[in-house]
């Protein structure tokens, strides 16, 4: 990755000297050889702080409209695949404007699930990592392990079907191809074949770690909203309390709200504290939408989000 | 209060009046259900009243420790559980902890002059403490009270100011924002008329509690006057929830607004970082 | 030295008997993928190798506790615990934070009687950490993986056995009243083992940073503009706070059951990281930007406790080092403000 690093310095350093953006938000080494944290450069000398590696796993969308003032200039992003499709989702929903925002492509092999890279460390500290082909080399103060690359993916990225913005301004190096068809993900297939109260007994299973801290509402780019339906007060939609009737109707409200949104970046899944599985219900839902309305979420941005529009043809087979 | 500082007493609706013209404003008269759990307090403090399945809110004690047989409560009409109390009737019960945070300093305004200088309904606790010197009169010397609403009909217990008015041991300056016919009394926004009407700093303290913007463009007026911060009082408010300094919510800087106050005196809010 | 013991792990057992004729039983419970406090009734239930997921501040403190239930404007309170609480396996950073706790909830003008009832009464038997993990830095509050403070009974793990230690008279009276456990006297070896998993364990640690002065410092960095820094990529969720042995905001919270008049008021954590913790039915807000949350969070860590209970409210857990989505990371912010001070 180091020559993308490179590139990507170089890029956002010519970037803010010419005055093409006014910040760009990105990643920086974080405070482990695992971590990165997202960053915001505005001046030029600061851009070789940027890193890009599969630690790079925030969906950094959710910070342009906190990034973005009035009569600023255009705000830069370091956009993944899923990143892209996340901007591309806001132009669509209008939440930002194409003009303001200057996509820095960037090309993803996918990013790790810093739990799963835990587990298989004991949870010691790891000091660095390189990647040898499909392996993943972790090493620390008296140990050094190789795992499968794939073995500590992040789940949605092993699933992902989209590694370069379908959108971009700039790209670091060069974008990949979309893949031609989702990848195989035996885990969600596995997750299909259940039925549906064998699937109600799974959330129930997953959402009973639930602790209510709405880190997955809150990392997601798509839970913009002003004020949460969790958190109105007058009127209050439903209990605070971790009983699991509460906290299934927060995931699966959470879950509806961004039907045909969620762009499957897993950024809830990798920012939840207690490993709950919330990718698979994301994955359902996106899938029901393509195949109800032939739509994908932030591939264009000029198309009408599915929610948003209306077709006679629709099924609606729901409606008693 | 019970063992578990969590848990409400009963006491029961016994008086309830429109205190407002805008019907925002009621004021309530309880009595405690078992006269056993009574308790004594002190102008300032406050009480978390609540209605069961809405929850709870904090209210200063409007009445004076000095009236034996009720605890007065005006509600102003905001959130959830101001709306349900407006609902409630003569003779339902509810739940009421307390007494809770601490009190203006009766004991310092002993043989002193006292100034309360109050807008709006925040007027409640300054109620209590009127009250309470009116009852041991002997024990302060003069007393001021400037208070002020934007119109007539949003004065707080304005029977009982008609009374006031009449006696002789009170400097009574009831003032609204604009000029309406039939009004006789002043006109003019409370730090102006403070400042007309305010007594010498010496051996004064004020209490002063009201809107924001009404405080701080009284403060300017007192200090001008040469009062010091030590003898300047007011009574915050804030979110609460348990209102015995746990929660977490209250605070500014390391005071807990409910453990540690309501009230405070501007010198020790000069400490603390925040703005108030 | 005398008063160390020692018990063949395979007879933990007769130590969990003695403790639950007692005592209900706490400790570390691995399910569903976590490791989590949960009342146990037997040893082969302990996972006594790695610190929790979550902090054991909820067996005192839980997440959600009932205050009052009602029907038909009757009132009723739960009773407290029949048994005292007994938690195994918890670790010294967590042990040491609900002496915190305690300072809060248990002392002042109000007790807080949800939470001294269980912890007042409470054996609390710690296991010193032989690999403290990625993010921690319990040394830099003045403790280590084998420190006491808020132990009565103290485990070191030295392979097939376990080193006991009472450090408090309750520790020593539960340890001197309990025949039936075959407690043996440690050998020299055994000892030397003990050192050494110590030494380990301490050595693997990163290095101490002395931050004695962090509440000085805050005092003067109330307009630093590191805190826009940390506030523009904090996403102003709860893991910190949920995970944190020692952060303890809550709210209370009416629930009726809808179409019925029966309810209940309970009590739940909270965070001060929400926009809705100080928001006031009028809609004002005192704290209403993430910067003025985030340094909320901070300064009621390194300077408000410490300006009323005189200690740093953090035990270097490391639990939300680890789990911030965003890294951040406190130990960063912590060595920023020193640097910057």
């Known amino acids: ?320 | ?276 | 030295m005398s008063d160390i013991l020692k018990l063949d792990k395979k007879r933990l057992d007769k130590f969990v008997a003695a403790l639950l004729s007692e005592y209900r039983l706490f400790g570390p419970v691995e399910a569903n993928g976590l490791t989590r406090f949960a009342e146990v009734e037997s040893a082969d239930a302990l996972k006594l190798d790695s610190n929790t997921d979550e902090s054991a501040k909820g067996i005192f403190f839980p997440q959600v506790e009932t205050i009052l239930t009602y029907e038909n404007g009757k009132t009723e309170t739960p009773s407290g615990p029949d048994k005292p609480i007994a938690v195994l396996g918890i670790r010294p950073c967590d042990a040491r934070s609900l002496l915190m706790l305690d300072k809060v909830f248990g002392t002042g003008k109000y007790n807080d009687s949800c939470w001294t009832r269980r912890y007042e009464n409470a054996l609390i038997i710690s296991v010193g950490c032989n690999t403290p993990r990625a993010g921690c830095f319990c040394n830099w509050l003045d403790l280590g993986p084998f420190s006491k403070q808020g132990s009565d009974i103290a485990l070191t793990d030295i392979g097939d056995a376990l080193l006991v230690e009472s450090c408090s008279e309750k520790g020593r009276g539960f340890l001197e009243s309990s025949d039936e456990i075959p407690f043996r006297k440690p050998t020299d070896d055994d000892l030397s083992k003990a050192a050494g998993v110590r030494e380990h364990a301490e050595s693997s640690m990163e290095d101490k940073v002395d931050i004695s002065s962090i509440k000085a410092v805050l005092d003067k960095s109330w307009d630093s503009s590191l805190w826009d820094e940390l506030a523009g990529k904090c996403l102003s969720c709860a893991v910190c706070a949920y995970l944190c042995p020692t952060c303890h905001c809550f709210d209370i919270q009416d629930e009726k059951m809808p179409g019925t008049s029966r309810g209940r008021r309970i009590r739940i954590w909270d965070t001060c990281m929400a926009p809705q913790f100080t928001k006031e039915a009028s809609g004002h807000n005192p704290r209403p930007t993430g910067k003025k949350r985030i340094r909320q969070r901070v300064m009621h860590k390194f300077n408000y406790f410490v300006d009323v209970f005189g200690e740093i409210a953090c035990v270097g857990c490391g639990r939300c080092v680890r789990s911030c989505p965003v890294n951040l990371d406190i130990r960063y912010v912590i060595k920023r403000f020193m640097d910057a001070g």
Not at chain 1, 102 to 107: A, K, M, T
Not at chain 2, 125 to 147: N, Q
Request: net charge negative; charged share 30%.
């Open chain 2, 1 to 276: 209060m019970p063992d578990n500082c969590y848990i409400p007493i009963p006491v029961t609706v016994d008086k309830i009046r429109e205190e407002s013209d805008d019907k925002t404003l009621r004021t309530f008269d309880l009595s405690f259900c078992d006269e056993k759990q009574a308790f004594d307090y002190l102008p300032g403090q406050f009480c978390q009243l609540s209605v069961l399945g809405k929850g709870e809110a904090p209210f200063g004690i409007a009445s004076s420790p000095t009236e034996k047989g009720f605890l007065r409560f005006t509600v102003n009409r905001v959130g959830v559980v101001t709306t349900a109390l407006h609902y409630l009737k003569q003779g339902e019960t509810i739940g009421l902890r307390g007494p809770l945070g601490n009190h203006y300093p009766v004991e310092k305004f002993k043989g002193q002059n006292v100034v309360i200088i109050s807008g709006g309904f925040a007027f409640t606790t300054l109620r209590s403490l009127a009250v309470y010197m009116f009852a041991h009169r002997k024990d302060f010397a003069d007393i001021t009270v400037i208070y002020g609403a934007r119109r007539p009909g949003l004065l707080l217990y304005r029977d009982e100011l008609a009374e006031w008015e009449k006696r002789d041991d009170l400097n009574l300056h009831l003032t609204i924002d604009k000029e309406v016919s039939g009004w006789d009394k002043r006109v003019g926004f409370v730090p102006t008329v403070t400042k007309e009407v305010a007594p010498s700093p010496k051996d004064t303290w004020a209490v002063v509690c009201g809107p924001p913007v009404m405080i701080k463009y009284t403060l300017p007026v007192l200090f001008d006057l040469g009062f010091p911060p030590e003898r300047i009082y007011t009574s915050l408010e804030r979110r609460m929830k348990c209102g015995i300094g746990k929660c977490g919510r209250c605070n500014i800087g390391s005071k807990y607004v409910c453990a540690d106050g309501p009230v405070f005196s501007y010198a020790e809010l000069q400490e603390l970082p925040e703005q108030y």
């Open chain 1, 1 to 320: 990755m180091a020559d993308v690093e490179q590139v990507l310095r170089e890029t956002v350093r010519k970037l803010l000297q010419e005055q093409k953006v006014c910040r760009v938000i990105g990643y920086a080494r974080g405070s482990s050889a695992l971590r990165s944290t997202p960053v915001f450069i505005e001046d030029e000398k600061d851009a070789d702080s940027l890193v890009f590696d599969i630690t790079c796993g925030n969906n950094l969308t959710q910070y342009l409209k906190k990034c973005g003032k009035a009569g600023d200039g255009r705000v830069g992003i370091v956009a993944k695949g899923c990143d892209g499709r996340a901007v591309v989702q806001y132009i669509a929903e209008g939440q930002v404007k194409r003009e303001g925002i200057l996509i820095i492509g960037i090309p993803c092999e996918g990013v790790l699930d810093h739990r799963k890279a835990c587990d298989k460390t004991q949870g010691r500290e790891v000091s660095e990592y390189r990647i040898e082909g499909e392996k993943v080399v972790l090493k620390g103060k008296d140990f050094e392990v190789s795992l499968d690359k794939f073995d500590v993916l992040s789940d949605s990225c092993r699933r992902c079907r989209y590694p370069s913005p379908p959108v971009h301004d700039v790209f670091i190096t060069e974008p990949k191809e979309a893949a031609s068809q989702e990848p195989e993900c035996k885990e969600f297939d596995e997750f299909e074949k259940l039925d549906a109260s064998e699937r109600w007994a799974f959330f129930e299973n997953e959402f009973s770690k639930c602790i209510r801290c709405y880190a997955c509402r809150n990392a997601c780019p798509m839970c913009y909203c002003e004020e949460c339906f969790v958190d109105q007060s007058n009127p209050q939609w439903f209990g605070k309390s971790t009983d699991l009737s509460d906290t299934m109707i927060f995931h699966i409200v959470r879950v509806l709200h961004t039907a045909g949104r969620c762009v499957d970046c897993g950024a809830c899944e990798r920012a939840c504290p207690l490993g709950i599985n919330l990718g698979l219900l994301n994955k359902k839902v996106e899938k029901e939408i393509q195949e109800r309305f032939g739509y994908t979420s932030g591939l264009d941005p000029d198309e009408t989000p599915a929610m948003a529009a209306f077709d006679e043809e629709d099924k609606q087979e729901f409606i008693l």
